[in-house]
T-cell receptor, first 112, second 111 residues
Framework: GQQLNQSPQSMFIQEGEDVSMNCTSS?????WLWYKQDPGEGPVLLIA?????ELTSNGRLTAQFGITRKDSFLNISASIPSDVGIYFC????????????FGTGTRLQVTL | DSGVTQTPKHLITATGQRVTLRCSPR?????VYWYQQSLDQGLQFLIQ???????AKGNILERFSAQQFPDLHSELNLSSLELGDSALYFC??????????FGSGTRLTVV
């Protein structure tokens, strides 16, 4: 089946630093979604990407849909303590378009 | 509040027991999805229902079953529980496909 690999697996950064993470797939996706999961909560949608090459921002977050359609990137600028959490990429499976496959996650820790 | 309601929030039960987790989707959403998240793990898809019918199945154990009722709420039944079933169980809903809205999860602890 389709797999989404995220890197890095975890990050420890200082408040104010910029963060970059990526998600790669062995197959093509037509939609990329980025979710954030706070501790003990369900994932919340941050950004949705629908077109190869698309660059979309949501406040301090910027995500890009890779032109190969096999990858996506998420950047967070000027990190703050509330950015702590797990970031997941996700995309709909081929054949079962409504079912999302989630990436392995990137755990972000922010120190003061 | 995401609009997706899951109950109970926490559940502690013994091995061999059976539990039922409940999910009420966001108003207007016809699809319900169940995911399992073990400690420090990713989200593993279990099963999807659309307007009362099973639509897709993931790596769901035979001891687990689910259904979606006419009012669109869904229940996930876990039986013959084992220690390894301890996890967070999330329900999500969507109109049909595309992005999901997740509930806040049920934390199941099997002792």
């Amino acid at each position: 089946g389709q797999q989404l690999n995220q890197s890095p697996q975890s990050m420890f950064i200082q408040e104010g630093e910029d963060v970059s993470m990526n998600c790669t797939s062995s197959s093509i996706f037509n939609t990329w979604l980025w979710y954030k999961q706070d501790p003990g909560e369900g994932p919340v949608l941050l950004i949705a990407l629908y077109k190869a090459g698309e660059l979309t921002s949501n406040g301090r977050l910027t995500a890009q849909f890779g032109i190969t359609r096999k990858d996506s990137f998420l950047n967070i600028s000027a990190s703050i303590p509330s950015d702590v959490g797990i970031y997941f990429c996700a995309g709909p499976n081929t054949g079962t378009a409504s079912k999302l496959t989630f990436g392995t996650g990137t755990r972000l820790q922010v120190t003061l | 509040d995401s609009g997706v309601t899951q109950t109970p929030k926490h559940l502690i039960t013994a091995t061999g027991q059976r539990v039922t987790l409940r999910c009420s989707p966001r108003s207007g959403d016809l699809s319900v999805y169940w995911y399992q998240q073990s400690l420090d793990q990713g989200l593993q898809f279990l099963i999807q229902y659309y307007n009362g019918e099973e639509r897709a199945k993931g790596n769901i154990l035979e001891r687990f079953s689910a259904q979606q009722f006419p009012d669109l709420h869904s229940e996930l039944n876990l039986s013959s529980l084992e220690l390894g079933d301890s996890a967070l169980y999330f329900c999500a809903s969507s109109v049909g496909g595309g992005s999901y809205t997740f509930g806040s999860g049920t934390r199941l602890t099997v002792v």
